[in-house]
């Protein structure tokens, strides 16, 4: 059974940075799976924020983080992080990563279909 754990959140002033952690388990890490994260505010669909093919870190990045947010695996921990810099209040959310197939990896593994375990998320939350 595949299992993400996520850690890292917390709460953060506007212009701060947050390193967030995805723990997988239950299956072989390596390159037939890709991780994504993703967020969701109150009352807000749930966002693409970046995903990573593990087999050779390929990242992809949503728009509204590309430039300020980095993810990255460590493939001997079986860990992968997003890195977020220059935090704005807009990017308070719980976080989630998940993982997936990595076949057909593109930028479409971007949506949350590409999906199909999940972690069940870390609060973010960024202050003015």
């Known amino acids: 059974e595949v299992q993400l754990v996520e850690s890292g959140g917390g709460l953060v002033q506007a212009g701060g940075s947050l390193r967030l952690s995805c723990a997988a388990s239950g299956f072989v890490f390596d390159d037939d799976y890709a991780i994504g994260w993703f967020r969701q505010a109150p009352g807000k669909e749930r966002e693409a924020v970046s995903c990573i093919r593990l087999s050779d870190s390929f990242p992809y990045y949503g728009a509204s983080v590309a430039g300020r947010f980095t993810t990255s695996s460590d493939y001997a921990k079986k860990m992968v992080y997003l890195q977020m810099n220059s935090l704005k209040p807009e990017d308070s959310a719980v976080y989630y990563c998940?993982?997936?197939?990595?076949?057909?990896?593109?930028?479409?593994?971007?949506?949350?279909?590409?999906?199909?375990?999940w972690g069940q998320g870390t609060q973010v939350t960024v202050s003015s």
């Open positions: 998940a993982a997936g197939d990595a076949y057909g990896y593109g930028s479409w593994s971007l949506h949350h279909k590409y999906y199909d375990s």
